[in-house]
């Protein structure tokens, strides 16, 4: 009952402190948004509590033993030659054994429980994305869907995402805080990351790997809607897109943020900083982890992202 | 061949614009302003001490007394100054880039390129040319003193070492004259600091740099692992070694497994980028998680490898200061050790989220948490050690105070990121910085600067100023927890470690705080330099020749202070552990002998610093492909060593005679000194002889 009670009393205090000033967009586990966050946070907490037993005795301990111990308390027993007891080595040694062995197996089960890997469990049918981190804006292809998107994640609320990730330029580290956190996305590589929003909302999404100047504008929304609202935004993304063909790709590649393609190819039927694509090559996905591993060099010219890149067709566009 | 060829072939790559002084003079935007500004700063830096040895006249001594000698404890000495002079740039960065963050909202001041050359030096410099240099440079000095050695196993390898880790600190700092640094962060990951992202000279840098410094740092650990298992006095078995020792026998074995997969993932780096290699590439088959696992193969051990001899340092500042025998001294041997074995098996906890299996990170976050228990034991054996103490509450108290309440919330994040559940969250975030700060501030700075100021009147001959070092011991605890600790709920609120700007406005409050944590540890440096200049012009005041002035417990205070530099004038006799306390108690500290006996000792050589130079201008010559130079200096660094091995005599000798008159002079003044009590340690009548304080004693004269 206590125990509950502190519990509760802690997670309002940090959400608190972690929600003073923050935007309508949601951008921590503290203030999660999903299952697996909210799992997360509860995890955090559990942790600290379960270490205080620990900590605690020395934030009170020392000053104490400062104090009643000072040079000029003679009236403090002085034992110079006192340096063993075996009752308080068997407490020295046990009690931080004892909760590191809880504590392991806490990790132990919800490592388990919350493998990014993992599929989440749901009545409904999983969304399935595949994300390509670039320099520096990032590219959600929905192959189910035929569309795709730069710097925007859409998805139905409610329904497990199941993204597939990889980086067609140097290693990057996607992260949805209020959602499920990160896992790296790297070239010729291919990463795996579940999430699921318990209800319409927007949160923060970005790359937190440093991947050069741009790195800070790598930021895209999360946007979980309702279902129909979802498939009103497939159908506008179908409407207002454009084709992601070979020349569009070779200019996503280029190092450049979000907002500069969106100068070079955006459209007003989009969000700010935001491109919809309404034909994807169906394999491009594969096609960015395989140029990797053809065996040939992939020379700097070629390369998304590295000095020097000049555009260069990765695969033969359907509008040409 | 044309002018175009000639040049080229003379200087390599470099030209008049990768220069940040020219850069600034042909684009005054504030970044290169500031780059420009700092690259003034090392030039006349470098001319003003130039000046100040020549006004000095002190060129040959700094050659004979100091750069060629292969005291242990004049390289201990020089080892300090490298790393206090590298800190003063680390900590100057560190403020700018609190400054630039603080104003991240705006977007800051600096450019992104500059603030990501800001945070690869820092990390660069603060962990491999401030931490590790302070660490071998207070290992140097004290070690053979507590085992009662007369200098290392290896003294001429050890002159090589210093002169290693130095040529990897001048590269650093020429990079702020010549071209630029890395903007890769201190792990250098590929594909990013590879060829095809990075073609300038910034990684190539950091390559040469931390490469060469790391073989400096094996040969070390060689060395002082060998000289504890050789050269102790006889009678000091292992478990009478004071502890300190053990933390240092501990650090060595780590340095002699660690630093290789550092310098091997760094040389197979450079075949990358210079030899067409495709370790870490994206293509041909390469892959940059082998570089993530060398790189932290090496990356965690070397954290345990700095803080291990702070702990040591740790133990002996509360023993003494509590004036009581260390408690748990076995449970403290066995808790080192957990943590050095431990250190090898955690590396996979810096990557939870490369995509590894759940039952990978299970095993690995398990043996993170691990560590905990041993450090849990040390942190109460310390506090038990307090429990019915005398606790003098000196300058190396209130740094080891500052380190028991932080350092234990280092220790709580720590637990905290040892889970992979929550590693996913906080990873890449300012939470992880604001973790790793909290270990090696607290931990491993606090507990080098208790360790500077406890040793401090042996090295020199008087104590440091008491209340500066106290000004300056708060500055750093309080500019620590501003600094630091806003850092974790940023982190908490997911903002990227690394981020010239960010764009929510719920940071910049705790941004500001932590601008002036920062402000207030720059203060802090400042107290300390002050401290050591007034030390300086104050130290007939402060003197305390004697060699005693903590009533200390180990062998080193047995010595006068400096000691003569073959340490001993007879090797001592170890009967106990905590040997002069004992020897004090019992009435056998301060005795003459007849054995005196002749010494032999090592001369000076120039070797080291030979290597030094010819090592710095391979670097450089690496760095801008100039290579008549690089195959010039590798040809000098090969002479150099096939020359020493035709030298024969090597080693010379001091006579009893002189050696018996030194130390009969030193004990005459301390029969004729008076001895005091520890309520006036602190004061100028501290000669450095200590009134024996027992309980007993302490009882009849009440």
Redesign the interface.
Known sequence: MGYNKAKQFSVLLLTAVILAGCSEQRSSFLDPAGPIAAAQRAHLIEVVGWTMIAVVPVFILVPVMLWRYRYRNTKARYTPDWGYSGWLELVMWGVPFMIVAVLSTKLWFSTKALDPYKPIASDAAPLNVQVVGLDWKWLFIYPDLGIATVNQLAFPAGAPVSLNLTSDTVMQSFMVDALAGQVYAMPGMRTKLHLLADAAGVFKGENVQFSGVGFTEQKFDAVAMTPEAFSEWVARVKSDGVPLDAQTYELLGASSTGAQVYEAIGTNGMPAGVIYFNQVAPDLFKKVIGRYHGGEPVLPANQPGAAGYVWQPLFNGSSK | MTSDHTTTWLFGRLDLSSLPIWQAIQSPAISELIAGAAAMIVIAGAIAVIAFITWLRAWRSLWTDWLTSTDHKRIGIMYCVLALVMMTRGVIEAVLMRAQQADGLSGGFL???HF?ELFSTHGTIMIFFVAMPLVAGVINYIMPLQIGARDMSFPVMNQISLGLTATGAVLVMSSLVFGKFS?G?WAA?P??TG?????GPGPDYWIWSVAIAGIGTTLSGINFAVTIYKERAPGMTLFRMPLFCWTVLCTSIIMIFAMPPLTVATLMLAADRYLDFHFFT???GG???NYVNLFWLFGHPEVYLLVLPAYGIISEVVATF??????????LVYATMAIAVLSFCVWLHH?F???Q??NV??AF??AS??I??PT??K???W??T????????TVPMIYV?GF??LF??G??TG??L?????T??V???LFLVAHFHNVIIPGVVFGLLAGIHYWFPKAFGFRLHEGWGRVSALLWIFGFSFAFLPLY?VG???M???????????FE?LMLAALFGAALVLSALAALVIQIWVSVRDRDKLAAPLGDPWNGRTLEWATPSPPPHYNFAVLPQVKDRDDFAAAKANGRAFADTANYGDITMPKNTALGMIICAAATLLGMALVWYIWWLAMLSVLTIVVAFVARTFMLDTTYTIPADEISREHRAWLARVRAASPIT??RETDDVNQGLAVLE??ET?KAS?
């Open positions: 450019t992104p390129e990501a903007t962060s990951y594909p990013y060829l095809a992202f990075n073609p994206n293509d041909l892959n940059m998680m509590s004036g009581k025998r260390l408690y748990g001294y076995t449970s990557f989220t490369m995509g299996s759940a990170n299970i976050g398990i948490m691990c905990a228990v849990g034991v942190v109460y054996d506090m038990a307090m429990y019915r103490g005398r606790i003098r509450m105070t028991f309440i234990v919330i220790g709580l637990v905290i040892a889970n992979p559940t929550i996913y969250q990873h890449n975030t709920v908490l609120m997911g990227p470690r690394r981020s010239a700007n960010f764009n929510d406005p719920a409050p520890r309520d027992l309980p302490l009440r």
